[in-house]
């Protein structure tokens, strides 16, 4: 029995990655400086992964931003905007699809999956697709040859990668793939030749609700690929939830198959069951949880093993992970504040390695060499049971169904009464610059080198800052500016209960950004107010209304690693539970706008249709439940970016906030079309320009935005904001983008007068 990794976090144990990245784009270091710096990282890593013994260690898993960018590049899949005729891509071409440049806007991000990972979307509709380079053979050879392991090479496979990308018509799936084919096909080949002898082809999208006629279109791709190339090695991998078609998935003419035993695990253990695995297959099985930080229980996953052994010969299973590891930090080593209780059930990357180590033994009859391996695991977990913080949770059912006693129609003409807002409101989305300084500020006093006299008068001169700014811009709603969090969920969660943060647990979200999700080990809890300080200084300096800034219970719970031992609905309530208590603190402060951020509530969606309005059905009610209790004039917000929201406009209805704002310019506006299918009334600003860019949008620009989303949604309904808050902007950009926004706003204002 082999063991094996799907891929590697990237971003080093220290964040060197991300480091290294950073100072690039900063001119700080040269290109040959930075390639240098990777190909050590990326040498390092594969290091790890040897010392841990990993008998299949994935090669070209590693990137200088995203995977699914680094295959569109490899085929030449770059938009015109791009590139000058003729050229061929540079390393400034690729970070410029990643980031946006000058001249030219971003490749859209979105969400990989049911992941907080982002991927740069590739753009098919006027590529020529053409080989640039074969990436993973370089990975391969530079493994080989430096140090002499025989990787597994991976690729993103051809169904998931077209799924994945945008730019073709429904009905033209099956050219779009076939014009990538052949470019596979010699990927694959040249791999052969060099003499690889596995090679991992991640098809995700298998365990989608996928058609059968797509299945059936899946099955001819993997003909077509073992015909040109006979026995070629590939391995292909799902993870993340069951496959849809078992039975067409396992007799895919490829030597292995990958199934996740972890997320959707009953489901494809049943399968498996009922309708065996092909002989001559070896079956590539996920039994390590990729994407959550806990121990496994080393005997109940030994005992998976043994059941799955009764379906496939020893010699024919391998065991890994359920998904690529970067999902997880790289190692617990360096956590030494972490209560030991809680340490002791911690597993990130290098850690989970070793538990598979330990299950090959196990799985190998040498019971004696792991003893003290499955001992310290028994004690680990009778450890985290005794300590009782996960006893007596909370149920959920007391906020079940809570709703605002009135409806939208009903508190629309009493909050117009109250704001006295104009016609396409302004305003932004949270947060302004986190500037060197304010980062400092915040780090000074975590370490106790700022008073928290100093430290709360230097906030609260940031606060003036910006509010005389947002005044002077002539914006309609301020907002304090974050400048006291570092995370949107990190700060939440050290103010609650049941919570608790690792020193190094990053882990990386899209480029060079990384987060560090709190661990809800325990039951939540509100224990005093969070907010409530800043926000009603701020709005102390200012006539205008400055709304209060929340993150809303789906999000903060899909963006921390979450117990799992109760159902993610209980654990989504019990945080609703706790906001509540913030919102009545706010709203007794006299703060009553208040918005509730829910960026992530797309991402926790299912990725089968059968099983997404279970979800959509508690997520709404959870943001519900934080809020129904306030007043009708209170005008509670809520926002959302950077996921495919357009699927699920009804379920953003049914949170009943009086208003949404929501990115749309990063995505080259589709949301915009959205609306041309579906009616949506209630308030809604929808981003009039991305805030990932240093890029300062014209008043042209937004106004056209503006105009276009007019043509679908009423102007009395309609917000100006932009995609998302301007934490990671400059000072002079954001000032900059902001007033043409609002100049845009007056315009379109104007515009709507001389019509009427
Ligand atoms: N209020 C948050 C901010 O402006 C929202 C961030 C987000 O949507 N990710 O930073
Ligand atoms: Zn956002």
Known sequence: MLTSNLGYPRIGENREWKKALESFWANDTTEEQLLATMKELRLNHLRVQQEQEVDLIPVGDFTLYDHVLDMAVMFGIIPKRFLQQGDTPTLSTYFAMARGSKNAQACEMTKWYNTNYHYIVPELHDAAPRLTKNAPLEAYLEAKNELGIDGKPVILGPYSFVKLAKGYEEDKLQETIQSLLPLYIQVIQELVDAGARSIQVDEPSLVTSISAREMALVTRIYEQINEAIADAPLFLQTYFDAVTFYEEVVSLPVKGIGLDFVHGGAKNLEALRTFGFPEDKVLAAGIIDGRNIWISNLRERHELVHQLEQHVAKDRLVLQPSCSLLHVPVTTKREEKLDPTLLGVLAFANEKLTELHTLKQLAAGNEAEVKEALEANDDALAALEKSGWRSGAATSHNLENKKRPQSFNERRPVQEEKWQLPLLPTTTIGSFPQTKDVRRTRSLWRKGELSTVEYERTMKSYIEKWINIQEELGLDVLVHGEFERNDMVEFFGEK????????????????????????????????????????????SLTDKPVKGMLTGPVTILNWSFVRDDLPLTVIAHQIAEALTHEVTALEEAGIEMIQIDE??????????????????????????????????????????????????????????????SIETSRSHGEMISAFEKTTYEKGIGLGVYDIHSPRVPSEEEMLNVIRRALTVLPASLFWVNPDCGLKTRAEKETVAALKNMVAAARAAREELKTKA
């Open 496 to 539: 609650l209960d049941g919570f608790a943060f690792t020193a190094n647990g990053w882990v990386q979200s899209y480029g060079s950004r990384c987060v560090k999700p709190p661990i809800i080990y325990g039951n939540v809890s509100f224990t005093e107010p969070m907010t409530v300080a800043e926000t009603v200084y701020a709005q």
């Open 599 to 660: 960026p992530a509530i797309r991402e926790g969606l299912p990725l089968k249709a059968e099983d997404q309005q279970e979800y959509l059905d508690w997520a709404v009610s959870a943001f519900r439940a934080s809020c129904a209790h306030v007043k009708a004039t209170t005008q509670i917000h809520t926002h959302m970016c950077y996921s495919e929201f357009h699927e699920m406009i009804e379920a953003i209805d049914d949170l009943d906030a009086d208003v949404i």
